[in-house]
């Protein structure tokens, strides 16, 4: 039952997302933070952040992430279907029928209206999130060298992950010493 | 067999292909020369429609490949070789999370990956911002700065903005009306 109730809630959440795993971002807020209560703000933070330093396409790791804890082994695999359905019959039907859709004037003028939502929606949603996880002069630090490293360098985003996890541990042992 | 050939293409570009959707973008140009299977204008082309419809881009790009080499089964068996590696990956390391959830060596790291993290998808999306409200690019090949601004753009993107804020909204709702203001505008 779990599982049915994961595929659906991530179909939508497919069916609704343009763009990538990002532009998931503010969905997954509405559907599984606030109306579900499937994760919190913190975990789907770390969830984004294994996604992109594992292999594979984040809004997929996210839907295996939040399914996984939520209902186990076939909870991953039922919203991770759920996330890519929308996609196999959508793209299908436009390749079968409509090779030249992205050449029309209408899906164009509708894409670039669209991009300007999505992408306040999502700034709206980092905002949010970013609220959440940097509380201290430790955290706005660490954000701002990943904001850097990933807009000015070509690195892996995996090297300041690692160096964030590194810098975490060391802090919090002092802590408690 | 076609389809065993597929899947394992596309198993390889789940996992190898690290950062996202996108990512996948030079596995899959790689895979057009060695195999035959479509030309780089041909991906070009599925490329562009995979971002403008309903789904990640990802996704939508591992469908369009498969099903221009073999049909609906083909984009079924794309999709299922790259998301396998990915629920095989992320199942061990949730697994491996939720055992260790309440070590304090793991609850320290998150501490600090978490801003970290906040950092990186700020990026990712100015990277969005300066492609799709104000276009960057556009101004640095002509040099014209009125190429850096489209008026109407900036006017949805900031109203969406602040309407977001104040109404509560289905994200999709806001997404909808940006495409629906886009075709009225003839943007």
Redesign the interface.
Known sequence: MICLELFIKFFKIGITTFGGGYAMLPILEREIIDKKNWATKEEILDYYAVSQCTPGIIAVNVATFVGYNKAGILGGIFATLGVVCPSILIITLIAAFIQNFASYAIVKSAIRGLSAAVCAVVIASVIKMGKSAVKDLFGIILMLCGFVLAYFTKISVIIPVLFATILGIIRGRGFRK | MIYFKLFFEFFKT?????????A?VPFLAAMGDKMAWFTKAELA?MI?????????????MA??VG??VAG?PG??VA?LG??T???V???I???F??KFKDN??V???????????????????????TS??IFLDKYKESGNIYDLFDLR??I???S??FL??KFKL???A??????????V???
């Open positions: 789940g996992l190898f292909a690290v950062g996202g959707g996108l996948t082309n562009a429609i995979s971002e403008s419809t309903p789904g990640p881009i990802g996704i939508n469908t369009y099903y221009t609906i984009s079924i999709t790259e998301i590696p990915s629920i990956v992320i199942m390391v949730a697994g999370l939720k304090a060596y609850k320290a790291a998150f501490e600090g990956i978490r801003p970290m993290v906040v950092g990186l998808i700020s990026s990712a999306v100015l990277g969005i911002f799709s409200v753009i900036l949805i993107f900031v969406i903005y977001n804020k289905h994200p999709a806001w997404i909808g009306l940006g495409a629906l203001v886009g075709v505008l003839g943007l």
